[in-house]
């Protein structure tokens, strides 16, 4: 039997249940739709006419949200590199230095 068999039924397994999932919450759930759900909810405050002409976000904001967001995960895999770094002696200062532009 090849080994990658068990990955793949992992992975439909996987597949099956996300997709079961979504397509079960859209049958069960309710679909009753008003005014008040529909409308975006910005900090409880009733948008007032000038707003609701100037549209959507800033690009900013979802800019600044995703650079933490990549930094944030950057730094969790920094935490096993900087454990092992004692390990690696003079070849990860090196390798360390060198990378650096």
């Known amino acids: 039997m090849n080994p990658y068999v068990s990955l793949l039924i ?3 397994v996987a597949m099956v249940i ?3 999932g979504l397509v079960l919450s859209a049958i069960v759930s309710p679909n009753r739709r008003n005014r ?3 409308a975006n909810y910005e900090c409880g405050i ?3 006419p000038t707003n609701v002409d100037q549209g ?6 979802y800019l600044v949200g995703m ?5 944030d995960v950057e730094v969790v895999f920094l ?3 900087a454990t092992a770094f004692v390990q690696l002696g003079v070849f990860g200062l090196g390798a ?6």
């Open 36 to 38: 008040v759900k529909v």
């Open 10 to 12: 992992m992975a439909a």
């Open 46 to 48: 009733d948008p007032t």
């Open 96 to 101: 360390a230095s060198s990378s650096s532009p």
């Open 56 to 61: 959507r976000f800033p690009v900013s904001f």
């Open 67 to 71: 650079t933490f967001i990549i930094f």
């Open 79 to 81: 935490y096993p590199w």
């Open 18 to 20: 996300a997709i079961g």
